[in-house]
Nanobody
Framework: QVQFVESGGGLVQPGGSLTLSCVAS????????LAWYRQAPGNQRELVAG???????NYADSVKGRFTISRDNPRNAFYLQMNNLKPEDTAVYYC???????????????WGPGTQVTVSS
């Protein structure tokens, strides 16, 4: 099974930008769906952004227009570009290849270690 490791988190001021990277242990060319999730203190883990093999994207309403997900299959990596960051974006961010469920293709149950994003002045 392909494993994923997140990186690129850190402390940024509100309105700032940050790009997260997710590097896979093997090829991602054939993986249909890739996604970023986050979990803030006291909250449940939520889908932030997803991208399919054919380029279809899905974003949480709270990040639409601010975040962009992309995949680089030759580098076995995918990314989350985060712009105009808000304190509400503070969370641990995780990447995964969701296996899907009967209700959503974005359901995942195998997680990397995550990377902390803190947005604060």
């Amino acid at each position: 099974q392909v494993q994923f490791v997140e990186s690129g988190g850190g402390l940024v001021q509100p309105g700032g930008s940050l790009t997260l990277s997710c590097v896979a242990s093997g090829t991602i060319f054939s993986i249909y769906a890739l996604a970023w999730y986050r979990q803030a203190p006291g909250n449940q883990r939520e889908l932030v952004a997803g991208i399919t093999k054919d380029g279809r994207t899905n974003y949480a309403d709270s990040v639409k227009g601010r975040f962009t997900i992309s995949r680089d299959n030759p580098r076995n990596a995918f990314y989350l570009q985060m712009n105009n960051l808000k304190p509400e974006d503070t969370a641990v961010y995780y990447c995964a290849a969701p296996q899907g469920s009967k209700t959503s293709i974005w359901t995942a149950d195998h997680w990397g270690p995550g990377t902390q994003v803190t947005v604060s002045s």
